[in-house]
DNA sequence: CTTGGCACTCCAAGGTAAGGAGTGCCAGTA
DNA sequence: TACTGGCACTCCTTACCTTGGAGTGCCAAG
């Protein structure tokens, strides 16, 4: 159906569509690509391409602009992932090797991001249920009230104020905080519930009520929050896409967690660069926005995503190699530390 | 110079110009107020006004729109704060009164301020250098790595991850941390460094050098994170507020926490509203912008800001009422916590 | 000091015209 | 069969002009 001069001409499109921000007439795409045949020819092509879906024109007798699935095309058969310059990993690297605990490095990615992409930035913290527990922490904050303090091996700190239940001995604090310990060292957060089942048997009866209260804060907790942090960066970039309608709807839809979760996607299905076009986005409001997304993690273990959002018409391949290459160095980052 | 007339016509200009977002001209001033004089009477008024700097013609023969002195005028003699009303005290109370951590509290805060304002939020996390000591805690994460960490009594947890400098057996790291919390319990954040000073004394002189490294960390952090933590919300409420120029460099603006800062001001001269209108604030790029802050604390304590930022025709009686209420409210969630 | 009247200014909105980029189609050519 | 040049047509964009109306300043009179 489309054959390579076909695909060159959507090529071409969509590239110059990404540097002008204007819909890309036949003559003008024989100027600036030398593609060997005459402004006719290539009108011929665009007819085709039309009928197909992949292009579209915005009114009768003006130039064409890619559709989404002409996007989707080019993403998928008709680019590369473009590395980063050398300079940039340089600057990448640097950026985040200062970086001293969690939410710096998190601080630090999504500025990152933004800056490399001119676009905005999202990035996830290391997801629960994919950590283990390296310390609890039992301390009492005030009368009658303890602050649960778990640390995970990702270096991420939750905390959470519980009601004392009228058990302020020092003595019993401690017990319960060293019977935690030797529950859930190393435990991985989605076993936490199993691990911790009988440990209330393993406690004097007075001392029963404090330890249910903090149990089930403690697994609200983790259930609550397990992959709910995320944050988001680079705001002022929406500001030069040029957005028709309602940047007003995607500033709001980018303060509510469970909205970015939902953009930023499932945990990947493979260890690449996932790219979510216009359209193919679960909310409305995003139909104009394009979501390229990774995951990052330490060796093996994915521990959560990252990505970027911008509108549909976007340098896919530089975007991809940025997000690509962030995704690694922040799983380096993390795994030595 | 301006007799009573004069100011309340002024005060009818501010009204309508803030409800209307249209210069605002002698003859619909006197339909919609009852000032019991003729428009051409007004006309002089605001000549003289004009004159004096109150307000401003946006090009001849057009309305007046009040000037920064002009709303200055009236927020000093002109207007009084305006309680909210019970209902959204009460949806105030509920909301906050959910919240079960400091980031929670801080980021429901956040939220609360910009939807009852329709304003960007902005919230300072409690001052360090006014917190005391809780606890101190000291995890090994790695090989070789420590995780430090320090508990304030506001509830505020500061994290850092630390070279272990080779002393890694848990007893070394146990008596470190005893130490820690006998020097440091209670202690104000602005006295550490004064009460750990020959705190390596008491230590073996092979776990000194780790005592060093701690410590270092420590005080940095104080020091680096002392007034640091900020946060904003509800940008999405900048989109219907018609910024003539730069809507982006308002946004760039937001995502630097020293500027934000610099925003809110010096925590209080008094404990009162504080409003900084549009030239009078340091940051250009903010010249046709208002900030209405307020201090909030715990009794006679002030622990930090938190304030709205608008455009300079903004409601300011309401605006200065959900402030002061927000600000005492979330005082009281805090010393509940 | 206030008021009605009046001439003047200037923005905002609507309508028209010119220019131009781009298209589709067709007939001709290799 | 595939490509090309030519041509008429469409429709957006921009500029310009016109008109209506809101608002002002000034003045003379109450």
Same mark, same amino acid.
């Given at each position: ?127 629960? *249920?994919?950590? @283990? %527990? !390296?310390?609890?922490?039992?301390? &009492?904050? +005030?009368?009658? =009230?303890?602050?649960? /303090? $778990? ?119 493979? *260890?690449?660069? @996932? %790219? !979510?076009?216009?359209?193919?986005? &679960?909310? +409305?409001?995003? =139909?104009?926005?394009? /979501? $390229? ?45």
């Amino acid at each position: 159906m489309l054959d390579d001069r076909k695909l060159a001409v959507l090529r071409a499109i969509v590239e110059d569509h990404v540097s002008t921000n204007e819909p890309v007439g036949s003559k003008a795409l024989v100027d600036r690509h030398n593609l060997g045949v005459s402004s006719a020819t290539i009108r011929n092509d665009m007819a085709v391409l039309e009928d197909e879906g992949y292009i579209t024109q915005p009114h009768t007798s003006a130039g064409r602009v890619p559709t989404d699935k002409g996007y989707r095309l080019f993403v998928d058969r008709l680019s590369t992932i473009k590395p980063l310059s050398s300079a940039e990993r340089r600057a990448i690297e640097t950026f985040l090797g200062g970086a001293y605990d969690l939410d710096d490095v998190v601080g630090r990615t999504v500025r990152l991001l933004a800056q490399l992409t001119r676009q905005v930035a999202v990035v996830q913290y290391p997801s629960l *249920s994919r950590s @283990t %527990v !390296r310390h609890v922490e039992l301390v &009492p904050v +005030a009368e009658n =009230r303890l602050l649960l /303090v $778990v640390i995970t091996n990702t270096g991420r700190v939750e905390q959470r104020v519980i009601d004392a239940h009228g058990v302020t001995a020092e003595e019993s604090i401690g017990r319960l905080r060293t019977l935690l310990n030797t529950c859930l060292d190393g435990c991985g957060l989605g076993d936490v519930a199993h691990a911790v089942a009988n440990l209330p048997d393993q406690l004097p009866a007075n001392e029963r009520p404090l330890a249910a209260g903090v149990l089930s804060v403690l697994l609200e907790t983790l259930v609550d929050k397990a992959d709910e942090k995320i944050v988001f960066g680079g705001a002022a970039n929406l500001a030069h896409m040029d957005f028709s309608q309602g940047l007003r709807e995607v500033l709001e839809a980018l303060e509510e967690q469970v909205v970015l979760m939902r953009l930023l996607g499932e945990a990947g299905d493979s *260890s690449t660069v @996932t %790219v !979510r076009i216009g359209t193919e986005n &679960p909310d +409305a409001g995003f =139909r104009s926005t394009s /979501v $390229v997304a990774a995951d990052y993690g330490v060796g093996d273990i994915t521990l959560a995503r990252l990505g970027v959002l911008g509108p549909t018409r976007m340098d896919y391949p530089s975007t991809m190699g940025a997000v690509r290459a962030v995704a690694r160095y922040v799983g380096q980052i993390l795994a030595g530390s």
